[in-house]
């Protein structure tokens, strides 16, 4: 219920209460009418009798007002402390929309830090994927098929003589075989195949090989 409630029955209970106020303080004065009338048909009483009749009405009239006014008390009573607890209750919403709206502003903030962090990594994100697929363009695979026989190869290939060895892988090289010297160099053991690279006559072709070992790679 709120404020704008509770006033309007408040009102409308006020109004009430005025309404019998003034019936019973009409039918007192009527009564008093009639009594004066009364008296007046009768013969006149003693100036002490008079003032106690008098009393003795006043104290009547007084006696039926007050039940009146402490249920119009109590009424007010219960309207002030229900009027108090709507403000309260109104006070509490307002505290709880500040929060609220706080949480929300809080929630847009984070929101714009989270785009602009993402606008921040889309270029580092991108190189790194621009050189991952590089990566995986520069891979040498052997297909698990190849195995077999690039060991049978790489075990020919240590056995025979240094020199010739890294004339051969100097040729294939030269012939656009570098990945298939590279696979067959990646089966052999450390040092023939290091012996095959001191054989090759052009230290950069030894260097390209040795690179291309690097990035080879077994299929499961």
């Given at each position: 219920?709120?404020?704008?409630?509770?006033?309007?029955?408040?009102?409308?209970?006020?109004?009430?209460?005025?309404?019998?106020?003034?019936?019973?303080?009409?039918?007192?004065?009527?009564?008093?009418?009639?009594?004066?009338?009364?008296?007046?048909?009768?013969?006149?009483?003693?100036?002490?009798?008079?003032?106690?009749?008098?009393?003795?009405?006043?104290?009547?009239?007084?006696?039926?007002?007050?039940?009146?006014?402490?249920?119009?008390?109590?009424?007010?009573?219960?309207?002030?402390?229900?009027?108090?607890?709507?403000?309260?209750?109104e006070?509490?919403?307002?505290?709880?929309?500040?929060?609220?709206?706080?949480?929300?502003?809080?929630?847009?903030?984070?929101?714009?830090?989270?785009?602009?962090?993402q606008?921040?990594?889309?270029?580092?994100?991108?190189?790194?994927?621009?050189?991952?697929?590089?990566?995986?363009?520069?891979?040498?695979?052997?297909?698990?098929?190849?195995?077999?026989?690039?060991?049978?190869?790489?075990t020919?290939?240590?056995?025979?003589?240094?020199?010739?060895?890294?004339?051969?892988?100097?040729?294939?090289?030269?012939?656009?075989?570098?990945?298939?010297?590279?696979?067959?160099?990646?089966?052999?053991q450390?040092?023939?195949?290091?012996?095959?690279?001191?054989e090759?006559?052009?230290?950069?072709?030894?260097?390209?090989?040795?690179?291309?070992?690097?990035?080879?790679?077994?299929?499961?």
């Open positions: 219920m709120n404020i704008k409630k509770i006033v309007i029955i408040g009102v409308v209970t006020a109004a009430s209460f005025g309404v019998m106020f003034g019936l019973s303080k009409r039918k007192a004065h009527e009564r008093q009418q009639q009594e004066a009338a009364a008296a007046a048909s009768k013969p006149a009483a003693s100036e002490p009798a008079h003032a106690e009749a008098e009393q003795a009405r006043a104290a009547a009239e007084v006696a039926a007002l007050r039940p009146q006014e402490k249920a119009l008390e109590e009424m007010q009573r219960e309207y002030r402390q229900k009027l108090d607890a709507c403000r309260k209750k006070e509490e919403l307002a505290t709880l929309a500040k929060r609220v709206q706080l949480e929300q502003d809080l929630l847009k903030k984070q929101a714009q830090d989270l785009e602009t962090l606008m921040q990594l889309v270029a580092p994100l991108t190189r790194l994927k621009e050189a991952q697929a590089e990566l995986q363009k520069s891979r040498v695979t052997i297909a698990a098929s190849e195995k077999a026989n690039l060991k049978r190869t790489a020919i290939y240590a056995s025979m003589d240094a020199a010739a060895g890294g004339r051969i892988l100097a040729d294939m090289v030269a012939n656009n075989k570098e990945d298939d010297a590279a696979r067959i160099l990646f089966y052999m450390e040092r023939p195949a290091a012996k095959l690279l001191a090759i006559p052009d230290r950069g072709t030894a260097a390209k090989l040795f690179d291309r070992l690097k990035v080879i790679k077994e299929e499961s």
